[in-house]
């Protein structure tokens, strides 16, 4: 039997003396909180309460397809904002627009408005002092969700704690006043909201009024009441005085003042969308809307317990559909199962349109490799199958306001039958499945799918190769990508845009038993 080195061996039985000892704190004062029922006295609730008496129990919808809207939509709901702002978010960065919004939370919390921040604490890695100090302002408070011990470094604790620190809260969500919601799949970050230099995601979000906003602060509460969810203050232990809070206060006022005549910012202050919210005149498309959402006991408990899942109520929209299916994923990973369910909805007729992105757009190429294995399946059962093309900025339609940048799909909507659609931050893959928790609007509009139809389609058109078999040489079949350029079709016989190293690392990950963690 092979022996580690005594070096080593010394190394390892002190890495584990250290994460035995650091723990995470279980004694802290954490006082529990709600959602504000009786917010009908807002200037929000005014401003809508004509729609809304127009539309008894229905939920009004707006979808958000450009990254400036999604911004000016958070922005200009916080500026209305007067009694609440609940946010949570997976990734919350420290960059252009996060740092514009976090601003317009302080000037929030300045005036009265109570701002509950919860984040998953993926991101925040060296962040602690920022969160702290803004938990330090007496109308603001940070709570951090499945959090990394402090005192140990993180990678550590990847290897020490997989299973349990690998399980996140992917959640998506920001409530203003308990009257207007946005949900979908954007986290805080330039590369959500096209401000990024050299990369964006295309995205979908939705803001909702009525009915459905409810269950998002239902949805809400239950998180930020949870267990796993630590008040940023159990977590830093330095004292946070006054100046600290001034401090913060002035590096985004100073940040917010630089900016001012920054393209993008310049292009939110023109924002049509901002002068509706502040007038009240959005035009919202009307349906049934109810909220699908994990229980955060899901990243505490077994992996078989299927009842704390969202996938069961996804799972009866799947079952229920008998003419078209259209199914948006920015990462997908069908596995054997969905790949069989797929192939059996060919077999009865029905229509199965996929868009996901390629090799050379996705920004996390395992997970990649992962869907690849289940190409061919999907093409010999007719599955129309499109991958995103990178380039944003050559002939297409998804264009950026900050210039050339390469995109990215990041976008989780299905469309059942056009009349029904899902929008939230749930991929078809085994991560969103089993690992995170995942939410989501299941919205019955024709109005609503209709749009979301149209979007598929015009993104498949314009910035979409389409998969087909085509005869090979050796008698059977390959995978062929075609790619619009305006006068016909480019054809690639490999995975179009990237080098012959990556998609050799890429084809030798796809033997790896990894789908679990895709």
């Known amino acids: 039997m092979n022996r580690l080195p005594f070096k080593s061996l010394i190394l390892i039985l002190i890495c584990g003396g250290i994460v035995g000892c650091a723990?995470?704190?279980?004694?802290?004062?954490?006082?529990?909180?709600?959602?504000?029922?009786?917010?009908?006295?807002?200037?929000?609730?005014r401003r809508m309460g004509d729609k809304l008496q127009a539309h008894p129990g229905k939920t009004g919808v707006v979808l958000l397809e450009s990254g400036a809207d999604a911004f000016v939509a958070r922005a200009a709901?916080?500026?209305?904002?007067?009694?609440?702002?609940?946010?949570?978010?997976?990734?919350?960065?420290?960059?252009?627009?996060?740092?514009?919004?976090?601003?317009?939370?302080?000037?929030?919390?300045?005036?009265?408005?109570?701002?509950?921040?919860?984040?998953?604490?993926m991101d925040l890695g060296g962040r602690d002092l920022s969160a702290a100090s803004l938990d330090?302002?007496?109308?603001?408070?940070?709570?951090?969700?499945?959090?990394?011990?402090?005192?140990?470094?993180?990678?550590?604790?990847?290897?020490?704690?997989?299973?349990?620190i690998t399980r996140r809260m992917h959640n998506k969500s920001f409530t203003v006043d308990n009257q207007v919601s946005v949900v979908g799949g954007r986290n805080i970050g330039d590369e959500y909201f096209q401000a990024g230099k050299r990369f964006n995601f295309t995205d979908l979000d939705a803001m909702i009024i009525g009915r459905?906003?409810?269950?998002?602060?239902?949805?809400?509460?239950?998180?930020?009441?949870?267990?796993?969810?630590?008040?940023?203050?159990?977590?830093?232990?330095?004292?946070?005085?006054?100046?600290?809070?001034?401090?913060?206060?002035?590096?985004?006022?100073?940040?917010?003042?630089?900016?001012?005549?920054?393209?993008?910012?310049?292009?939110?202050?023109?924002?049509?969308?901002?002068?509706?919210?502040?007038?009240?005149?959005?035009?919202?498309?009307?349906?049934?809307?109810?909220?699908?959402?994990?229980?955060p006991d899901k990243l505490i408990e077994g992996r078989d317990e299927h009842h704390y899942r969202l996938i069961s109520d996804l799972a009866k929209e799947f079952k229920s559909v008998t003419d078209q299916l259209i199914i948006i994923s920015a990462y997908f990973v069908p596995g054997p199962l969905g790949t069989q369910f797929l192939e059996d909805l060919r077999k009865r007729g029905i229509r199965v349109r996929i868009i996901t992105n390629s090799l050379a757009s996705t920004d996390v190429a395992v997970v990649h490799a992962g869907y690849a294995k289940y190409r061919r399946r999907l093409l010999k059962a007719r599955v129309e199958l499109f991958e995103a093309i990178p380039d944003s900025n050559t002939n297409r339609s998804n264009s950026t306001l900050s210039g050339s940048s390469a995109a990215s799909l990041h976008s989780k909507s299905f469309v059942f039958d056009n009349d029904r659609v899902f929008i939230g931050s749930f991929n078809l893959d085994p991560r969103s499945a089993v690992e995170n928790t995942e939410m989501g609007l299941i919205i019955e509009s024709k109005a609503v799918a209709g749009k979301v139809v149209d979007w598929f389609e015009s993104f498949t058109m314009n910035n979409a190769y389409r998969l087909e078999l085509a005869a090979s040489n050796t008698g059977g079949e390959k995978i062929t990508w075609y790619e619009p350029d305006g006068s016909g079709s480019l054809i690639w016989s490999h995975e179009p845009e990237v080098s012959w190293w990556k998609r050799l690392a890429v084809l030798s990950l796809r033997v790896l038993p990894l789908d679990s963690q895709l």
């Open 23 to 45: 723990t995470l704190p279980e004694d802290y004062p954490r006082s529990p909180s709600r959602a504000f029922a009786d917010t009908h006295d807002t200037t929000l609730a």
């Open 212 to 295: 459905g906003v409810s269950d998002v602060s239902g949805s809400f509460d239950l998180y930020w009441n949870h267990e796993l969810a630590y008040p940023v203050s159990a977590l830093v232990t330095t004292s946070i005085a006054n100046k600290d809070i001034e401090r913060l206060y002035q590096r985004l006022e100073l940040h917010t003042r630089q900016l001012h005549q920054d393209p993008y910012i310049v292009a939110l202050r023109t924002s049509k969308l901002a002068n509706e919210i502040k007038a009240g005149s959005i035009s919202f498309d009307w349906g049934v809307a109810h909220l699908v959402y994990d229980q």
């Open 77 to 121: 709901l916080s500026i209305a904002a007067e009694k609440s702002i609940d946010a949570q978010y997976y990734l919350y960065h420290d960059d252009k627009t996060a740092r514009l919004l976090t601003y317009q939370l302080l000037k929030a919390a300045d005036r009265g408005v109570r701002v509950r921040l919860l984040v998953d604490d």
């Open 136 to 164: 330090a302002h007496e109308n603001i408070e940070v709570r951090l969700f499945n959090p990394f011990i402090r005192g140990t470094p993180r990678l550590l604790q990847f290897a020490t704690r997989f299973g349990d």
